[in-house]
């Protein structure tokens, strides 16, 4: 269990969206060929599995929501440079304890960067998928780049045998967009893609808000649509 020692981080000073207490809320879905399916775990077990709503049974543990909190303080030694983040694992209001775990955002007058949840446990994907980033000001066309290695453990995970992914971003326009609970939203379109060794791994399309930071994680990765979208802040 993670406790946020409430010790003052000064990486969260400066923090305009992701502020030290709030709690950002999330829903996750998954799609192939236009069904929903859905992550299945067998008694919390390291491998999961995508099944379709008719193959869950009671023994079932399933995950449709995650709570990113934002820690006050910092915790232990960790992620010294950043602001301590934990992600919580939910099937509706269902916790699943035993998923938590800690990461961090950099959050400045230059940029922000979101590290994804990762839980060996159905989350792998979100290593090789671009991780949640923009640089300030946003303007049309803006691009970047960044280059990220994946650790043997990560490897195994999602059966890959590349260790360096190249990410491309692009803000390609600005929408309104309507969230199921949050309602009408102006937003930043970001498009970016992954690759390893020339070869694209997956493909994205992300809406940032200037309020409410990432609000919606489009991401198509081998054959599946995951659907990310916020839920609530509080």
Same mark, same amino acid.
């Given at each position: 269990?993670?406790?946020? /020692? =409430? ?6 000073? /400066?923090? $305009? ?15 192939? !060929?236009?069904?929903? %399916? ?17 193959? @869950? !049974? ?15 303080? $910092? ?20 916790? @699943? ?6 990461? =961090?955002? @950099?959050?400045?007058?230059? +940029? ?39 650790? /043997?453990? +990560? ?13 491309? %971003? ?10 199921? $609970? +949050? =309602?009408?939203? /102006? ?19 992300? %809406? ?27």
């Amino acid at each position: 269990m993670f406790i946020d /020692d =409430g010790k003052p981080n000064s990486n969260n000073l /400066d923090n $305009t969206i992701y502020k030290s207490g709030l709690k950002f809320i999330y829903s996750i879905h998954f799609f192939k !060929d236009n069904k929903e %399916y859905f992550l299945k775990l067998k008694g919390l077990r390291r491998e999961s599995v995508f099944v379709q709503n008719k193959d @869950i !049974d009671d023994d079932t543990v399933v995950i449709n929501k995650f709570i990113l909190t934002v820690f006050k303080g $910092t915790y232990k030694s960790i992620l010294q440079d950043q602001t301590i983040i934990k992600y919580d694992y939910y099937y509706d209001d269902c916790p @699943i304890g035993a998923l938590s775990e800690l990461s =961090g955002i @950099i959050e400045d007058e230059r +940029m922000i960067f979101l590290h994804p949840p990762r839980t060996s446990s159905g989350f792998s994907f979100f290593e090789v998928t671009p991780f949640p980033r923009v640089y300030f000001p946003l303007e049309l066309n803006k691009e970047w780049t960044g280059n990220l290695y994946i650790q /043997d453990n +990560m490897r195994q995970d999602l059966k890959i045998s590349e260790s360096q992914i190249h990410n491309k %971003y692009q803000i390609v326009g600005k929408e309104q967009i309507k969230l199921k $609970t +949050m =309602g009408v939203m /102006d937003c930043f379109v970001i498009h970016c893609k992954s690759l390893a060794n020339g070869k694209i791994v997956s493909s994205c399309k992300y %809406y940032f808000n200037e309020k409410f930071g990432f609000v919606k994680l489009d991401i198509d990765y081998r054959g599946r649509k995951i659907m990310v979208e916020l839920k609530e802040v509080k």
